[in-house]
Each structure stands twice: as structure tokens, then as C-alpha cells.
């Protein structure tokens, strides 16, 4: 068994209810699900879990092992209600930026790049020339991403960043540290939009990057409604003592004892789990 401790991310996606007489099971994907759907294949990643409910479905992606420090598995979620967020000249507090591994990075960003599923919003020359060691992007997902070349360690394969104030930056590393056992180790420059505050845990790996802005404010968070908001993204995320994480978190449902709880922690949605959990 393999702890639930492993990159897994997810963002909502607005998806037209099936007719009343139509299967949902059987409707085909259309629009952005399609597209997310080619785009994850691409990177290798195969849906291996299908949930149907009233209000939408869910497709989780898997790629490769969960032992293998590069796994990942992607949430794409949909729902009936969810509508898009009002368009913000920043980004917005809370909003998350995840990090895509790949063993050919270069070549797969080109092939991607080639299809129309991604809008870069870094360097892409740079990239797919090897000169850049990551690339920023908006997938077809309406979600960010960092694609970058696979590494033998889980903690830099697994990143995630959040958009976060400078006024709750000191709150939110502390936060971080006592209730998942992260470690401030640096900064690093986001491609000159902000600064990536580098929250670091080696086993199991996982790095939470805040980011702050360079040049003025953070538009507000839209809502805390993961199925109101198309594009509302959340992760996984373990704690050496789950009940505690869970104290310093506001539930997003009751919590059933199960292995994993939602809530939100700070301005993220969260699937908070704990260490030694098995998949």
C-alpha cells in the first residue's frame, strides 16, 4: 500500500447538465472537459476513477506510480451550477498554481503548445530550448500550471504555489509549519510577477510556495464555493497529526472519520489527510 500522501490537485470545471431523458454516464465530453481530457493524455496521464452525482462529474487522471517521485493525479471536476469568475487585472488571493512534472518537458510543451492547449506565460522559446528549466501556462482548464523537467526528489517534483498577501504572509508560513510540518527554506523570483516564498517538507515531499506580489495588491478571493467557481482549484495535502490540521482549518463538509477531510485552510481548499494513510 502506498501513503495518500502524493501530489493530487484538482480544479472545477463548468460542464451543461445532461437532458433529462440522456445517460450522464454515457454523454460525451465536449468544450473545455474534452480539451483537458487531450491535454492530460499527453502527459500521460489516464482517468482511472469516474464519479457521477446530481451535480456534475468527476474524472481523476492518474500518471505513473504512486511510488514513483514524479506521480501525480489530476481532479478534473465538473459542475452544473459553476459559472466563470469575474475577470481581475491581478491574481487573485488564494489563487493556485500547480507544477507538472514530465521526463521530456521540452518536447511534450511543444507538442502541447502545437495543439492549442496551452496560452504560455513565460519564455516558451526559452523552454522548449532548453535554456529555461520551467515553463508557466494557462491550461485548457482555465487552470495554471509550471511544467518542468521530472526530478528523483518528490518534494521538488511536488510544488504548489498560492497567491497569498503580504500582510498574512508571516500568519500563513507559521500556519503552515505547525500544522503540516513545513519549513521556510528561501525565496526564489516567479518570473518576475512575484516572489515564491519556499515552504519546504522532504518525506513525504511537498513544497508550498506563497506568492507575493511584486507590483501592487491581489484582487479578492471570488467565493470559498468549489461549485460556484469554474476554475476553483484545490490539493492534497498530509499532516503528521490530521486532527490538529483539522483545528486550524474550517470544514468544507462535516468530516466522517474517513481518511480524508475537506477544508479550508487559510484561502486554499484543501483534502487534508494524514501521514501513513494508505491508498
Given at each position: 500500500m502506498t501513503d495518500m500522501s502524493i501530489a493530487h490537485f484538482g480544479t472545477t470545471l463548468a460542464e451543461t447538465p445532461p437532458a433529462e431523458d440522456e445517460d450522464q454516464n454515457a454523454t460525451s465530453m465536449s468544450g473545455d472537459l474534452k480539451r483537458t481530457d487531450e491535454f492530460l493524455k499527453i502527459l500521460g496521464a489516464e482517468v482511472y476513477i469516474t464519479n457521477l452525482y446530481p451535480f456534475g462529474r468527476q474524472f481523476i487522471y492518474k500518471r505513473g506510480k504512486p511510488t514513483d517521485p514524479d506521480y501525480f493525479e489530476k481532479d478534473t471536476f465538473t459542475s452544473y451550477t459553476a459559472a466563470p469568475m469575474p475577470k481581475t487585472k491581478t491574481p487573485r488571493i488564494g489563487e493556485t498554481i500547480f507544477r507538472l512534472p514530465h521526463r521530456n518537458a521540452p518536447k511534450v510543451a511543444a507538442l502541447l503548445n502545437d495543439k492549442g492547449l496551452i496560452e504560455p506565460l513565460?519564455?516558451?522559446?526559452a523552454f522548449i530550448n532548453e535554456v529555461s528549466h520551467t515553463l508557466f501556462f494557462i491550461g485548457p482548464d482555465k487552470q495554471r500550471y509550471e511544467l518542468t523537467q521530472s526530478s528523483d526528489a518528490q518534494h521538488i517534483n511536488h510544488r504548489v504555489y498560492v497567491w497569498t498577501d503580504e500582510s498574512d504572509l508571516d500568519d500563513h508560513k507559521d500556519g503552515y509549519a505547525e500544522s503540516f510540518d513545513l519549513q521556510f527554506q528561501g525565496t526564489e523570483d516567479f518570473y518576475n510577477f512575484g516572489t515564491a516564498h519556499l515552504l519546504v517538507r522532504q518525506n513525504p515531499g511537498v513544497t508550498i510556495a506563497l506568492l507575493t506580489t511584486k507590483n501592487g495588491t491581489l484582487s479578492p478571493k471570488n467565493s470559498f464555493d468549489?461549485?460556484?467557481?469554474?476554475?476553483y482549484s484545490h490539493f492534497r495535502l498530509s499532516a503528521p497529526n490530521k486532527s490538529r490540521?483539522?483545528?486550524?482549518?474550517?470544514?468544507?463538509?462535516?468530516?466522517g472519520g474517513g481518511p480524508v477531510a475537506y477544508v479550508h485552510f487559510q484561502n486554499s481548499y484543501l483534502e487534508l489527510v494524514?501521514?501513513?494513510?494508505?491508498?
Open positions: 513565460s519564455d516558451y522559446n468549489i461549485f460556484g467557481d469554474a476554475g490540521a483539522l483545528n486550524n482549518s474550517v470544514e468544507a463538509f462535516p468530516d494524514q501521514f501513513g494513510s494508505e491508498l
